[in-house]
Each structure stands twice: as C-alpha cells, then as structure tokens.
C-alpha cells in the first residue's frame, strides 16, 4: 500500500498523486494541469494510464482535473468519482480546456507553416474532453462509496468551490486498515454561496495543501460595502467598472453581493445598473451553480432561495455570448459593470474590454483576485502608466482597485482549524499545493503546533502506507528550461518581497521617528546612534 507523490510537489498547481491500494492496483487523486511558471519539474506517471483503475477528484479547477482527457488519450478506460457539481463543472470547463488546447496548436500549425511545415497536436481535444466526461460517476456528499476490494471513498463538503471535497479512503490489505484524507484545496471560511469546510474525524495519513500555509489573510471589510464604493464612484463619474474574474466561482460570487446591493437598495441614485458578463465559460457555470443540490449552499444561501429569490440572478443582469454583442458593450457609453474573464487578463475577452476602458480615467479596473507574476493583470495592478494590448500600447489612467479578502483558499489558521477538528490526528502529514517556502514553512509549522511527523516531499517520492516509512525520498528536480528573465523566477520574487518588506520597515522606522518628537535628548541621540550603527555595519 503505497502513495506516491507526482504533481503540486513545492509548487501550487498540476495536483496528481498517485496510490497503489492493493499490489499492482493504481488509482489517482486529481489528475491537473500546471499553470503559470512553474520551476520544478514534477515526474510523469509511473505505470501506464491504461492500469489505473480510478481517478478521484476533489475538485474540478483545472489545475486539479485539466489532464484528465490526456490520460484517456493515452488509455486511461477507468472510472472517475467526483461529486456531481464537479461532474457538471468538468464538463464545461474541460471542454472550455480542450478548446484552448486546439485553438493554440491551431495557432501554431500556422506559424509553422511559414518555416518548418510541421503541424502542432493539441495535447488534447474536445473529443477527447467529451470522452472522458462518459467515464464520470457522480456521487453525495457523506456516502460510503464502496468502490472494489479494500477501497472505500467518502467525499466531504471542502468549502472551496461548488462540489469541492475532502477525499477520505478506507484502505484493507490483507487484514490491515489505513485511513488516509486528501484534503484538495481547503475552502476559506464565510465565502458566499457554498459552505464553509466541513470537519474531517480521523486519519491515519494526511495529505494537505498549503497555498496560504504561512500566511494570515488581512482581515478586511466585507466585500459589499467595498464593491459598492467601488460603483458610486465610478458611476458618478459616468464611467464603467471592469473587472476581470475568474469564470468559475469568483464570477458567482460576484453575482451574489451584486444582487444583494440591488436587492437592498444600497446605490439608490443607480439602481437599475448594469451588470454584463461577457464569458461564455463563466455563464455555463452560473447555470451550473443554479441546478446544483441544496447540500452544497450555505444556509444563508438556501435562506434566499427558501424566500422565492435567485441568489446569483437580478433585473438588469445580462449574459452576452456572441462576440459582436462583446464588442457592441464597447460603444454603449452607459455606466455599467463589465464582468469578463480570464482573470489575470492574460486572455479571453477582458483584454478588448480593458484596451476600450482603461485609457479613461472616468472607468475603474477592479481586480478580485491574485495576479500572478508576469500576467498583464500584474503589471497592470503594480501601477504600469501604459499597457500593451493587441499590439497597441495603451495609457493606463482608470482607476485601479482591489477587492480583498475573497480568496477562495483557507490561510494558515483555517489549515490549522481545519487540522484542530481531526478528533483523531493523523500520525503523519504531508504537505503539498503551495510554493516552495509555503510547503516548506507549513509542514515545520505542523509539527510544531500539532506535535505531528509532517514533510513536504519532492515530486517522485514514495511511502509506505503499511509500514510507515519512506520508500523513496526524492530530491528537486529544477527545469532546464527556467525563464531567464529575472523579472518572473521565484527567486527574484522572493528577492522582490524581501526588498518590499525592507522599504515597509524603513517607513515604519521613519513614522516611529516622527513619533519621538519631544522626546529627551538623551533618547534622540540613543536612537540616531543605533541607526547610524546599523548602518556603518553594511
Ligand atoms: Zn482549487
């Protein structure tokens, strides 16, 4: 009885381990994409995907299920257990994925063609995504699954996206039993819509993301009050709010506090405004939040729904699809919410969206989520004065915004309250899904808090379920092919925040001096002598 680690190892995305329950018995626990830069390499499936047996997902993010119709294109036949909203979810957003796939090989097959000749395959197709979608068993939350000989599955409410769970196994080999809880990614607390995590009872072994292991969430405002300053504001300059969402849950919960400033009339001089979303993804996924089981909704949510009101629905919403509708927003100069995606501006509508808007200072770009390193969501929120799109280098004098305070991810203290509510703690935690330093800098932080043996290891390691011990320890696997460019290594970042975190301390210094004002000559003369001090040492 082994677990091996494959993907999201020191790294936040391409979730993908690997258990072999019985002898030569396989099944996966997400099987996702890597996204954004990515340093390390992560090791291949080691068997061939025609023995895995199951795949069970947590959740269906693309970087916990986009691989899926890559392992059926290599002969995964298997079958795939995932709570029907992941069902529902995968398949629009798999299918969104395989576009992609073939739209950008189709891209390249042309470029090609004016050198090499040679024609690019996309790593998957819609074809491919339809097929693996017929391998789906949707199941409950709470149910015991038993799946075949030794192998039984519950699904738990994870508090992250609609249909995320936290996958126990019940593991038997020859008698003895293990219980071993992969967590997916654990949901943030309070988030509208869907519940918060549910707790977990036991385990033997627990596998645990870290995105936010070491790190606290700011306490902030709720988002409605925020959002809805964010409008007055701009509305009454006569401009329009754009905002580039995730198309999958933030976009929902954006519908939620829209609706709910509509409903409770806190914009009284604008209330009919508004709200278009123009990605055809994120409307399937609104439909899909709409048809989705009671079980998933928080009961705030269900209170709505109990009064005869649509959470995520209000006069005025509009859900335009084809792209001249896209285009004709453009020209209509009424104040407005624009909603598109991808979130980080890096593609889909948003960019012709933000080349019409954000060269005019009446209009507000208002940010909801993490914009990575190097995306043009980045460069923009980190106060660029001109932005390149469509080849077109563009003023930037919008107002930037951020909403905060929404992440869909628990910080550390939820992990650890998520932790707390094991009734009987695991005797071994392993700690993956967060960079380097959260992998790292979370699992000491567990076994100092919880007195618990927790490591993150490196992708292609092994251990012994049965036995408790490590079969393989592997050590980091750097990618030969690391961007160059200093600008995007997580080294230079790391260098970036330590040289943020610098400038914040001399600020501080600087207002800690402004306070000793008045203060004995005596104490003035300590302090300027420790800072001169301070500094004739470097
Ligand atoms: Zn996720």
């Known amino acids: 009885m082994k677990i091996t680690f494959l993907g999201a190892a020191h790294q936040v995305t391409g979730s993908r381990t690997l258990v072999e329950w019985l002898d030569g018995r396989f099944f996966l626990v997400d099987y996702g994409m890597e996204q954004g830069e990515n340093e390390m390499l992560q090791a291949d499936l080691p068997v061939?995907?025609?023995?895995?047996?199951?795949?069970?997902?947590?959740?269906?993010?693309?970087?916990?299920?986009?691989?899926?119709?890559?392992?059926?294109?290599q002969g995964f036949r298997g079958t795939v257990y995932a709570t029907a909203e992941t069902t529902n979810l995968c398949s629009i957003m798999l299918a969104d994925s395989a576009h992609i796939q073939e739209t950008d090989a189709a891209y390249e097959t042309k470029k090609n063609l004016r050198h090499s000749g040679t024609a690019v395959e996309p790593l998957y197709t819609a074809e491919d995504a339809a097929q693996t979608m017929e391998l789906f068993y949707p199941c409950e939350y709470g149910k015991l699954y038993m799946i075949d000989e030794g192998l039984t599955v519950r699904f738990t409410d994870a508090g992250h996206l609609l249909g995320s769970s936290f996958l126990e196994f019940f593991l038997e080999d020859g008698g003895q039993t293990r219980k071993l809880v992969?967590?997916?990614?654990?949901?943030?607390?309070?988030?509208?819509?869907?519940?918060?995590?549910?707790?977990?009872?036991?385990?033997?072994?627990?596998?645990?993301?870290?995105?936010?292991?070491?790190?606290?969430?700011?306490?902030?405002?709720?988002?409605?009050?925020?959002?809805?300053?964010?409008?007055?504001?701009?509305?009454?300059?006569?401009?329009?709010?754009?905002?580039?969402?995730?198309?999958?849950?933030?976009?929902?919960?954006?519908?939620?506090?829209?609706?709910?400033?509509?409903q409770n009339h806190l914009l009284p001089d604008f209330d009919t405004f508004p709200v278009f979303v123009d990605s055809p993804l994120a409307n399937e996924a609104t439909a899909v939040f709409l048809q989705c089981s009671q079980d998933c909704l928080d009961q705030q949510t269900r209170d709505i729904m109990a009064a005869g009101q649509n959470p995520i629905w209000f006069d005025n919403l509009n859900t335009t699809v084809s792209a001249e509708e896209s285009k004709a927003l453009n020209t209509d100069k009424t104040p407005k919410v624009i909603i598109s995606s991808g979130g980080m501006c890096e593609g889909g509508r948003i960019r012709h969206h933000l080349k019409h808007n954000i060269w005019d200072s009446r209009n507000t770009v208002l940010f909801v989520g993490y914009q990575a390193n190097g995306t043009l969501g980045r460069i923009i929120y980190d106060g660029a004065k001109t932005v390149k799109i469509f080849g077109e280098?563009?003023?930037?004098?919008?107002?930037?915004?951020?909403?905060?305070?929404?992440?869909?991810?628990?910080?550390?203290?939820?992990?650890?309250?998520?932790?707390?509510?094991?009734?009987k703690k695991p005797a071994c935690v392993f700690v993956n899904h967060g960079d380097d330093d959260s992998c790292t800098g979370f699992?000491?932080?567990?076994?100092?808090?919880?007195?618990?043996?927790?490591?993150?290891?490196?992708?292609?390691?092994?251990?012994?379920?049965?036995?408790?011990?490590?079969?393989?320890?592997?050590?980091?696997?750097?990618?030969?092919?690391?961007?160059?460019?200093?600008?995007?290594?997580?080294?230079s970042a790391r260098k970036e925040n330590f040289y943020a975190e610098l400038r914040n301390a001399v600020a501080e210094l600087d207002e800690y001096t402004r306070r000793m004002e008045g203060h004995s000559n005596h104490e003035l003369k300590t302090l300027k002598d420790r800072i001169l001090e301070l500094m004739s040492d470097h």
């Open 48 to 73: 061939a995907p025609s023995k895995i047996e199951y795949v069970f997902l947590t959740h269906a993010h693309i970087d916990h299920s986009g691989l899926l119709p890559l392992l059926y294109r």
């Open 443 to 491: 699992a000491a932080a567990v076994t100092e808090h919880f007195g618990i043996p927790s490591s993150a290891p490196y992708s292609g390691s092994e251990f012994d379920l049965l036995t408790g011990e490590w079969i393989r320890l592997t050590d980091p696997v750097y990618k030969e092919n690391r961007k160059p460019d200093k600008t995007s290594s997580p080294a």
């Open 182 to 262: 992969c967590s997916g990614d654990v949901g943030n607390i309070n988030q509208p819509i869907i519940n918060d995590p549910r707790p977990v009872s036991e385990a033997d072994y627990l596998l645990i993301e870290s995105t936010y292991g070491t790190r606290i969430h700011e306490s902030v405002q709720s988002a409605v009050p925020v959002l809805t300053n964010i409008l007055r504001q701009t509305f009454s300059r006569g401009g329009t709010v754009i905002i580039p969402s995730f198309a999958v849950g933030r976009t929902q919960e954006l519908l939620y506090f829209f609706r709910e400033i509509k």
């Open 393 to 423: 280098e563009i003023d930037v004098k919008a107002q930037i915004s951020l909403l905060e305070g929404i992440s869909g991810h628990a910080d550390r203290e939820g992990l650890f309250r998520w932790i707390s509510s094991f009734e």
